[in-house]
């Protein structure tokens, strides 16, 4: 039995432990994956998103490699087209946003031809990662992939994002033999 201390609120500490207790077991409300309209204001959003996640990628290169970027320095050319006009950039593909509460929170692009779906893009916002958005996006894109009537779905992913690696490898997909010459990129395919 625990012994009440002079001062101390034992039906404040209750009613404490009951709130912590019943905020911890509410269900988080799950993304929803939709089809982004890249006519409309999409456009802005999925700029921003893979904008986002090319920087982030970006930085990430130049820490393993031990070097230090230059934070005034310009996205690679071979970039800037996805994120200044992503309509025209994916022409022929299927780009996919998680939302919740009415934000958009992360993009996945779907690429297809000849009946292989490849993953492209992949990207929570830092702040709603952990709340299953990658994880949908993941599905959404292999659930748009069947649809379309391909038969396997490809990614590719940086060797030190072991999360990726890790939820990509709970969804079945299995690593392969380098399809890119980049060192260090992993290569991973799975049957719809």
Known sequence: MRRVLHGED????????????????RPLERPVIRVADLTGPDAIEVGSAVRAYLLQTELEKHQQERTVPDPAAPLPERY????????????????????????????????EREGIAEIKRLWAVPAARGRGVGSALLDGAVHAAAESGATEVRLSVWDWRQGALRLYESRGFARVPSWDDRERLVCMVRPV
Do not use: N
């Not at 034992?10 to 077991?25: K, M």
């Not at 006009?85 to 993009?107: C, D, F, I, K, S």
């Open 80 to 111: 800037r087209r996805e994120v200044e006009t992503p309509a025209a950039a994916y022409v022929g593909h299927r780009v996919l946003l998680a939302q919740l509460e009415e934000r958009v929170v992360g993009v996945v692009v779907l690429s």
């Open 10 to 25: 034992p039906v404040r500490r209750l009613r404490l432990r009951l709130t912590v207790s019943v905020d911890a077991h």
